[in-house]
């Protein structure tokens, strides 16, 4: 007699910053649903998250979000093996809301809880998909996680075990493409809109040099290339330009690329092309000297940076000593698919959390 074990599906519940998201993955590998309400329209006007808004969006949206991701996976309580939420980091206050409510249905319907990493669950994002696709990551790998709050590299090893090879000593590199973006007058977040203006610009227009760095040559450094736009900003007059994208923007809460263009002169569409070429080399050339320094089978690039479609074009040519793998655009930035995908890995080794788990707004992942 063959015994068939039922398959493992497990609720992934994410609110560490302003996305409320869940998702339903079964056995780490076929993702049935997953939800993201993004609360960009509340904070895209004071230019950045604010955290008390935050929080109050994700007590909103939890019940809704994670209805309907359990309606779309066609999922009872009784289908899962357990709930996952992300314990860290992230805002506490956010990251509280998601916690808490995947205790209460944990309490409710006896199921095992594990907390997981949001930096890994970036990580994981990769992972479901190549395992989606029939395409095993291999071991080592070296993860390059790039988002709002995080520009990190990670060994990541067999048996969820990882060392951080580097980090950014100041601005995260979507933290620069936000602060950039907010200087020139191209709303929040600037990612999104630089990525979109930059292939009308010419990158190779302004030479921005980057500090030679002391210490870890793994080690990122942003702030002095934001000081660079600002001066280059600074030197000339661009009040009219920056008040007429702002109008602009005010009108229309997301405008097409042919609305940016006419609002925006080619000197600044050259800047902005050269800022992200610049971004991007220092990105790749680090990733490869340091996948090679580890011997690396390959490399993971996540969060909401690795959308850019110039890093992904970059990637896609440059000189890398291993496959590179990018997961797709909408499971990039945050989302709970990778939360409920790297949970399934630690469930299945055994790890619960007990509901006296904490959120913990620096939570490291190594
Ligand atoms: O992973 P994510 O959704 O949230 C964090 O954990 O931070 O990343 C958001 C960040 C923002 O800084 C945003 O500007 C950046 O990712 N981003 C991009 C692009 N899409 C989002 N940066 C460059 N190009 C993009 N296409
Ligand atoms: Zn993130």
Known sequence: M????????????????????AAVVENGSALLASVVASQLDTHGKYGGVVPELASREHLRAI????????????CGYQDLAAVAATSGPGLVGSLLVGLTFAKSL????KLPLIGVNHIEGHIYAALLEARQRGEPVGFPALALVVSGGHTHLFEALEGLRYRLLGKTRDDAAGEAFDKVGKLLG??????????????YGNPR?????????????????????????????ESRDMTAEVEARKRMLAGTSRPAVEDWLAVTPRATLDVIASFQRTVIEELLRRAAACAEQIQARALIVSGGVACNTGLRAAAATAELPCPVFFPDPGLSTDNAAMIAAAGFARWERGERADLGLKAQANLALA
């Open 2 to 21: 063959t015994i068939v074990s039922k398959p493992a599906r497990i609720l992934g519940i994410e609110t560490s910053c302003d996305e409320t998201a």
């Open 63 to 74: 019940v809704p979000v994670v209805r309907e991701a359990m309606e779309r996976a066609g």
């Open 106 to 109: 944990c309490f409710a319907w």
């Open 186 to 199: 191209l709303g929040y977040p600037g990612g999104p809109v630089i990525d979109e203006l930059a292939p």
């Open 205 to 233: 227009a302004v030479k921005f040099t980057m500090a030679k760095m002391k210490g870890n040559a793994l080690d990122f450094s942003f702030s002095g290339l934001k000081t660079a736009v600002l001066r280059w900003f």
